[in-house]
């Protein structure tokens, strides 16, 4: 039997720690799973877990090398383009194969109202001058472009606390997944008149976009972040068939070995 393949998983997402839980039981991979630290309580998921940044990519191709790594997949959220951005470099350095899991965005359906954008500084602008109750799902490291329109109050929704970073704000701290009931409730209860969004794509946090659907309310969508041109799938099952290809490809004798 040949040896198991060490693998990266670059987390931080659902997908990944779906994808930790398919490889755990499986004795062809020895999976690491590396998370930036940004949330407190990360979900639990069953395999080696490292927290923090590599140092760039010099620190990432490191690693790669050190612990002998022999395949990436990049399961990190389409909005973390920095990291995506270091993988494909590395992975260019020490010639490691990479793939990247990442859910599809969401579409523009009948009887949505979106204003698409940018960046956050784009949709801080796309709310206007006229004063209005904001629900702003965006998590709070980008808060500080909406300091830039104090007119409106915002409704801040959050995993991690949010204190401090705008004048005028209700916090409420909780983690997907949603109901699309509640959402409707909340945002009638915050007499919400239009909600910002990252297009995440993606079950979890969809119920917000197809809350403000069913109630008519304008949606500002900030569009994703270019990300490096890797090989991609959308689910954790195509990741985990990938990573057996690659398995398979590593264990086969090459027909040339033992010539020459
Ligand atoms: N951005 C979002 O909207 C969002 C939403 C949900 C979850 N997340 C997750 O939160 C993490 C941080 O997101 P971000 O937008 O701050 O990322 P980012 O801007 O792409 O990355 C910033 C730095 O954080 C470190 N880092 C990011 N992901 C890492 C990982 N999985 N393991 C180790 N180090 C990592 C890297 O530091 P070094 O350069 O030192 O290696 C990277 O250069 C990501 O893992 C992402 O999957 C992000």
Redesign the pocket.
Known sequence: MSAAMRILL????SE?TALARLVAEDTRFEPVL??????SAPAAAPVTT????????D??AHFLAEEKIAAVVD???P????????AAAARRMVGVPLLALARPPWQRQPGDSWTEVADMAGAAAALGGKPARVFLT??R?ELAAFAAAPQHHYVVRSIEPAEGLLASATLIRARGPFAVEDEMALMQREAIDVVVS?N?GGRATEAKIIAARNLGLPVVMVRRPDRPDVPTVETAEAALAWLIARHRSASVPSPLAGEG
């Open positions: 670059l987390g931080g997402t990944a590396s998370l930036a630290g940004r949330t490292r927290i923090g940044g590599f140092g760039g990519v620190g990432l399961a990190t959220h909005f973390a383009a920095r990291i995506s951005a270091n965006i998590g490291q990252k995440a």
